[in-house]
């Protein structure tokens, strides 16, 4: 085998492992009810796939050789139980089908299943989404801490407790029946917008990562359409998505300048997804009930807009922000609406906004920093724009970002 196999194997299981890891874990766990034991199977597959496809060669379909390989070692941790008896059903299912499958069959996709058992009511609510970026998506403890902004041991030992109240819990795991659905809604719809926006964030959608996981996102969001089709946020939320996602291209110059939204070339962005995005705005809002997600997607749609009449309607967006901080008062929120109002009034009114804002909550909020350097470099305070420009360069974790306020922050 040359020098060069091996890595291409390597680089083959990341690609399997980044793109299948959600549906073997939530296959696996929906036949044990038990979502740790079904990480750490598929974990002692990736390693013995790390050790057996470099010498007799890649699979023909190595998702398949993972989910068995995977279910082997389940079973042999089931047998090594303890408590023989509670294994035993959990042992004939697993054994049934292994008998059932072989290595080319496709399995079904559970991955909807195991997002609702994680949004389940007995789990504590503040753990629904990190369990869902973890279980469904396969990100990390490490990666989940930095967006929820907790250490990643704390995240871990979160994790940990919320995966044995699933499994000693007795949760089902199963879509919920129709009325059961709407209280744990919310919870799948924030944990479904919170992969997307870390892989929008991850290195601004260039890192393959980053688009796998939007992308994963916004599959998840097309199979829960299908679930609740009549669910107004669920178009919503998937208009918000397309609509970003139509803009990817553009985000970014030749030389791999970050390119503000502003300033990007509407040319580049993509016609059918801003279409797409449209229709289901449309039907979210002719549902009458209006929610987060349908504004955040409004405030989009205005300004996918451009494309056709060469300007951005600030004051449309201003009137959304302002519905928006009525449902939801986010950071990011008010930072958009300060935004906003500066474009539509001036950049006083807008710093006014951004004011009101309690400093404390904002110490680590890059977006706020960058928009008050902004405002103030709008206003001439060239001193207090360059303070602001450090503590948003400084926040900063996307080195084009960086160098694009640096660069603002060299014009003062």
Not at 97 to 121: G, I, N, Q, W, Y
Not at 302 to 328: D, N, P
């Amino acid at each position: 085998m040359s020098g060069s196999e091996p890595e291409s194997t390597h680089r083959t299981i990341e690609r399997v492992a980044r793109e299948s890891y959600g549906r073997l874990v939530a296959y696996l766990s929906s036949h044990t009810r038990d979502v740790a034991s079904a990480e750490d199977a598929l974990s002692n597959a990736l390693v013995k796939a790390l050790t057996t496809w470099p010498q007799d060669g890649v699979p023909q379909n190595p998702e398949a050789w993972l989910l068995t390989t995977a279910r082997h070692s389940l079973i042999d941790h089931v047998r090594h139980q303890q408590v023989a008896e509670a294994s035993q059903p959990t042992l004939l299912l697993l054994r049934e089908d292994s008998k059932e499958m072989t290595l080319s069959t496709e399995f079904p996709d559970e991955r909807l299943k195991l997002l609702f058992v994680c949004a389940h009511p007995a789990i504590d609510p503040a753990m629904h989404t990190p369990l869902m970026l973890q279980t469904v998506l396969g990100l990390d403890a490490a990666r989940i801490a930095g967006a929820f902004l907790v250490s990643p041991k704390t995240m871990g030992q979160r994790l940990a407790r919320a995966k044995t109240k699933i499994r000693d819990g007795g949760i089902p795991f199963e879509v919920p029946q129709e009325r059961e659905l709407p209280p744990r809604l919310d919870a799948v719809l924030e944990a479904i917008y919170a992969a997307f926006g870390i892989g929008w964030d991850d290195m601004a959608g260039v890192d393959q990562r980053g688009r796998d996981l939007a992308e994963e996102a916004i599959w998840l969001a097309r199979v829960l359409l299908q679930l609740m089709p009549k669910e107004a946020e669920v178009h919503g939320l998937l208009a918000l998505m397309l609509h970003c996602e139509a803009r990817r291209a553009a985000r970014r110059g030749p030389d791999g300048r970050f390119v503000p939204l502003s300033e990007q070339d509407f040319q580049q962005w993509s016609r059918p997804l801003i279409e797409e995005a449209e229709r289901h705005l449309v039907e979210a809002t002719s549902r009458g009930r209006t929610g987060r997600f349908q504004l955040e997607a409004a405030i989009q749609s205005v300004h996918a807009e451009r494309a056709r009449s060469g300007r951005t309607e600030w004051a449309a967006i201003m009137l959304f922000y302002e519905q928006l901080i009525r449902i939801s008062p986010t950071l990011g929120t008010r930072t958009g609406y300060a935004a906003a109002v500066a474009e539509a009034k001036g950049p006083e009114p807008g710093l006014a906004v951004l004011d009101a804002i309690d400093l404390d909550s904002v110490s680590g909020y890059q977006p706020y920093w960058a928009a008050r350097a902004h405002l103030l470099q709008r206003l001439g305070k060239t001193s207090e724009a360059s303070d602001a420009f450090d503590r948003a360069i400084g926040l900063a974790e996307d080195p084009a970002v960086r160098q694009f306020l640096l660069q603002k922050q060299a014009h003062l």
